[in-house]
């Protein structure tokens, strides 16, 4: 069958201006299953609005032109919470085609019946996706929804069949078999482009490409939304081989710049040591590599060595609070503040740099913790920083808890809708604390990012890593202020 794979256009909505500072990212979960529905005979097209720069209407008639037998738009992000923020976008597209639509992603599986009433789906599907989609496509003279495991189907103009997952939610088992290819023939690499700081002492943010090494996460924090598509915590590994073979698959089409998109890599020793060691014996090719780790991993200054030697430039850990009581409320890890100072400085002693992540406005955030968390940060003084709100994402268990207690969301009658779960968008609505307004939160995190990279300190140790152009790319950064629907006409003292 004809089948075209559509990354729908989301990014200048959900970073409005900061829009050229963001990456161009690889849609990884779009590629994977390209190649997977290719091995199996179909002819499959992948439509890149992202990377082209098309709006919904140029998308939708790019689509149109290839007359697929069904459009499947993959629901993701640049990083794995950011699912629902790329909704919108997709049914944007949707809306526009006359061909059988179907998506799946973090989103759909967090929330797939509501997903197929209220958009402008075809078909939802449940879990990974790869699996349903080839049962379905495999049917013939029309197919019987009720027999596709993890698909969601829409009978009529209003009525809806809720399949389940049959016993069988789609989960690939054996990723090496399954899933063997990340499909990077389809890419001219050269028209993505790495994050603003991934790239900081580089002449340029190309070429760029995203390597997924494993699925799923074995952590539960309630904030997190990673682990819908998979049915629960847990993690799955491609080998080390076939990961290795991918990187010298970039490295023959010249990228520089990797990222390593998995929720956890820094996780499984063995299974790290095995990449690094390969990519150290790849002769004449230096990898500019950053991935994802916890402050309770990086505890092996063996390992952080060899993750210098084989191209990780970057970390980015999750700190979140510097408060232990507001980390225990979300399930975050037990270390305290003197085992996150420690871990920063080890990464930073093997020349790893570090992009701290911390979160505003969790359930037990006071403004006192809140400046605790803005205080940590600066003390840290890492190369760079993600400043967020709490969000209580479709997917996590802090949704369910938001719901349960009748906290405002995005997706409430009267609010933004979906768009509002994208941090950096003008209709953000992140959640409020027992002590304060999610305009007060929302406040608190725009001052504190501009505190945080405005400050000297902070560009002094740019210059002396990564060059005075580093710098030149922060003012370029700090130079746009947010605006932001909910302070509008607010006075709040931050």
Request: with cysteine; aromatic share 10%.
């Amino acid at each position: 069958m004809r089948i075209a794979i559509v990354n729908a256009p989301s990014r200048a909505r959900v970073y409005g201006p900061l829009t050229d500072l963001a990456a161009i990212e690889l849609p990884v979960w779009g590629a994977i299953l390209a190649a997977y529905l290719g091995k199996l005979g179909h002819d499959v097209t992948l439509v890149d609005a992202e990377m082209e720069g098309w709006t919904a209407g140029e998308t939708a008639a790019c689509v149109e032109e290839l007359r697929p037998d069904l459009a499947v738009f993959p629901v993701y992000g640049q990083q794995p919470s950011a699912s629902t923020q790329c909704l919108p976008g997709a049914e944007r597209v949707a809306r526009l085609l006359t061909c059988p639509t179907l998506c799946f992603g973090t989103h759909p599986s967090a929330l797939p019946e509501r997903t197929l009433r209220e958009g402008p789906w075809t078909y939802v599907a449940e879990g990974e996706g790869h699996r349903t989609i080839a049962v379905l496509l495999a049917a013939k003279d029309g197919v019987n929804a009720t027999m596709v495991p993890g698909l969601y189907s829409r009978l009529g103009p209003t009525a809806i069949m809720v399949p389940g997952r049959h016993n069988d939610p789609g989960i690939v088992g054996d990723l090496d078999v399954e899933l063997p290819s990340r499909g990077f023939l389809r890419f001219d690499f050269r028209r993505y482009r790495a994050h603003n700081w991934h790239a900081f002492g580089y002449a340029s943010r190309s070429p760029y490409a995203s390597l997924q090494t494993s699925l799923g996460c074995p952590f539960r924090c309630s904030f997190c939304c990673i682990n819908a598509p998979f049915g629960g915590s847990g993690i799955r590994f491609w080998s080390a081989e076939n990961v290795l073979e991918h990187f010298r698959q970039l490295a023959e089409r010249g990228v520089t710049h990797v990222k390593v998109p998995d929720e956890m890599f820094l996780l499984n020793p063995l299974h790290v040591e095995a990449i690094c060691d390969g990519l150290i014996e790849m002769r004449g090719w230096a990898f500019n590599i950053w991935a994802y780790a916890r402050v309770d991993t990086c505890v092996d200054d063996r390992l952080l060595a060899k993750l210098k030697r084989a191209g990780f430039n970057w970390l980015g850990i999750g700190i979140e609070s510097a408060s232990e009581h507001v980390r225990d409320g979300v399930e975050k890890g037990r270390f305290g503040a003197e085992d996150i100072v420690a871990s920063v400085k080890r990464v930073r002693a093997h020349g790893i740099a570090v992009g701290a992540n911390y979160i505003f406005g969790l359930p037990d955030d006071t403004r006192a913790t809140m400046q605790e968390t803005l205080d940590l940060a600066c003390e840290l003084n890492t190369e760079w920083a993600n400043f967020y709100c709490a969000m209580a994402y479709p997917g996590s268990a802090l949704y369910g808890e938001a719901k349960k207690l009748g906290w405002p969301l995005p997706d409430d009658a009267g609010g933004p809708g979906w768009i509002g779960y994208a941090q950096h968008a003008y209709e953000t609505l992140p959640l409020p604390t027992v002590t304060m307004s999610a305009a007060e939160v929302l406040a608190f995190r725009d001052a504190a990012f501009h505190e945080y990279f405005e400050r000297p300190t902070y560009w002094s140790m740019l210059v002396r890593k990564f060059g005075q152009n580093a710098v030149r790319d922060v003012h370029a950064m700090t130079a746009h202020r947010l605006k932001r629907k909910l302070l509008e006409n607010k006075e709040i003292t931050t």
